[in-house]
T-cell receptor
């Protein structure tokens, strides 16, 4: 199947700093990418949907100014957690697909720990 | 609204036991249904899927049948292995949810030798 690469796999940062997570589709063009957040032993909660070249659509309750999403090309989307706090510590997973009705492929996830 | 409900875990089985993980959904229209598996510390992998009623998805010995009459998509495997230990997520994607993959809360499976 297609490969979605997420980087870094894990990151530890200090409170107040910003962290950028990259999501790349390695062998296909991803018109749509999704960003999820997963708390321990819980399901994936959709944070936002991004389409290449346009602004991301955020789910209710997700702070746009805190979780900056950029989908500048058909193979790259980034999630920047700004002014991170310990409560932002979580597992973040991206997903990419070529279009509606096509299979969504998932990155391996990024474990963010804010200290 | 649209949702996916999975049975609570963890499910603990001995090797070679029969596995069933229940999943039911509420959705408008005719969604596609999926099972994903997440191994410890990893992202999600698609295990199997079904796109219309009565379809059966299968992979690696796992099966699930899209039952429209009962709005269910239960995951089964006849003989589990220790390597099947993981978290399993039922998900759907369809017109009622703007075709965005929506997940159940996941069911942890622990298989003992």
């Amino acid at each position: 199947g297609a490969v979605v690469s997420q980087h870094p796999s894990w990151v530890i940062c200090k409170s107040g700093t910003s962290v950028k997570i990259e999501c790349r589709s390695l062998d296909f063009q991803a018109t749509t990418m999704f960003w999820y957040r997963q708390f321990p032993k819980q399901s994936l909660m959709l944070m936002a949907t991004s389409n290449e070249g346009s602004k991301a659509t955020y789910e209710q309750g997700v702070e746009k100014d805190k979780f900056l999403i950029n989908h500048a090309s058909l193979t790259l989307s980034t999630l920047t957690v700004t002014s991170a706090h310990p409560e932002d510590s979580s597992f973040y997973i991206c997903s990419a697909r070529t279009g509606i009705g096509t299979e969504a492929f998932f990155g391996q996830g990024t474990r963010l720990t804010v200290v | 609204g649209n949702s996916v409900t999975q049975m609570e875990g963890p499910v603990t089985l001995s090797e070679e036991a029969f596995l069933t993980i229940n999943c039911t959904y509420t959705a408008t229209g005719y969604p596609s249904l999926f099972w994903y598996v997440q191994y410890p510390g990893e992202g999600l992998q698609l295990l199997l899927k079904a796109t219309k009623a009565d379809d059966k998805g299968s992979n690696k010995g796992f099966e699930a049948t899209y039952r429209k009459e009962t709005t269910s998509f239960h995951l089964e495997k006849g003989s589990v292995q220790v390597s099947d230990s993981a978290v399993y997520f039922c998900a759907y994607e369809g017109p009622g949810g703007s075709y965005i993959p929506t997940f159940g809360r996941g069911t942890s499976l622990i298989v003992h030798p």
